[in-house]
């Protein structure tokens, strides 16, 4: 045995001396081999030159196909009265409002029958506008003048004529202080006087009254939802007295008893236009 292993040895010897150099390792395959890239110089990746005159640029268009075009999009504007323009957009469809429920009517009701008989857009203020009032004496006239007859739920005991200042100034000054005073129970104001053309204090001479502009007016007593009378003059008690000095706030003047000696019967409220701060007395 051992001798056929020599003698087969020798025989294959010439035979492997004469064979190529040959690896155990499968031989690469050209179709995946990528050329080397040097990750240390990234900015030698550039492409290949390219032909002499050629740009990257997109060629122009040729001018017969710009006109062709221009002369398509005219005859389809002509004809149908199209827009070809690259911005046109169909039309959104409308989208149809919902109804609105059964408490948004009621309460479009109530506000519409609330501002009924309103003026100068406040549905507690109720009257009627009237025409301008113009005068011969030069200071008196209102040209947005209106007749309130109540302000705040509370009746007046004439209509009064003035501007929308003091309508809204007095119908403030009930809601929120004379009301409250009388727990709810104030019905009715006295006016003793709203617009007339006259001087200050009735004097003559004197400078025309916030009367004689329709910024003016005054009370002399206020009823109360049980027929009790409270008049200025006569009951100058400490609710009267409460809401004569809460009334400060709310108007350009407030003179009462006490005030100038003008004003011992009523309550003068007046939204004047002069400079300065509110005038209490």
């Not at 051992?2 to 025989?11: E, G, N």
């Not at 006295?190 to 007339?196: K, L, M, S």
């Not at 609710?239 to 003008?262: E, H, M, N, Q």
Request: glycine share 8%; aromatic share 4%.
């Amino acid at each position: 045995m051992r001798r056929a292993l020599i003698l087969l040895l020798c025989l294959a010897g010439p035979a492997l001396a004469e064979a190529p150099q040959t690896s155990l390792r499968p031989m690469p395959n050209p179709l995946m081999t990528q050329p080397q890239v040097s990750m240390a110089a990234p900015t030698e990746l550039v492409p290949a030159a390219l032909p002499a005159g050629r740009s990257l640029r997109p060629m122009p268009r040729p001018e017969a196909l710009v006109r062709r075009v221009a002369e398509m999009r005219a005859a389809a504007v002509t004809a149908g009265g199209l827009d070809l323009s690259s911005t046109a957009r169909p039309a959104p469809e409308p989208v149809a409002a919902e109804p609105p429920s059964r408490k948004e009517r009621r309460k479009k009701r109530r506000e519409a029958a609330s501002m009924e008989g309103a003026v100068c857009g406040v549905a507690a203020i109720k009257g009627e506008p009237i025409a301008p009032i113009s005068s011969k004496v030069q200071g008196c006239g209102v040209p947005d003048a209106v007749r309130v007859t109540s302000v705040a739920g509370v009746r007046l005991s004439q209509p009064a004529t003035v501007d929308c200042s003091i309508a809204r100034s007095l119908n403030a000054w009930v809601e929120e202080v004379a009301q409250p005073a009388f727990d709810g129970k104030l019905s009715e104001l006295r006016v003793a006087a709203h617009y007339i053309c006259r001087g200050r204090n009735n004097q003559k001479g004197a400078q025309v009254s916030e009367h004689g502009k329709g910024r003016a007016i005054d009370i002399s007593a206020f009823v109360l939802t049980n027929g009790q009378v409270l008049t200025v003059q006569g009951d100058y008690n400490r609710v009267l007295r409460r809401i004569y000095k809460a009334a400060c706030p709310y108007f350009r003047t407030t003179l009462g008893p006490g005030s100038d000696g003008y004003h011992e019967d009523h309550f003068h409220f007046d939204t004047s236009a002069r400079s300065g701060g509110a005038y209490c007395r």
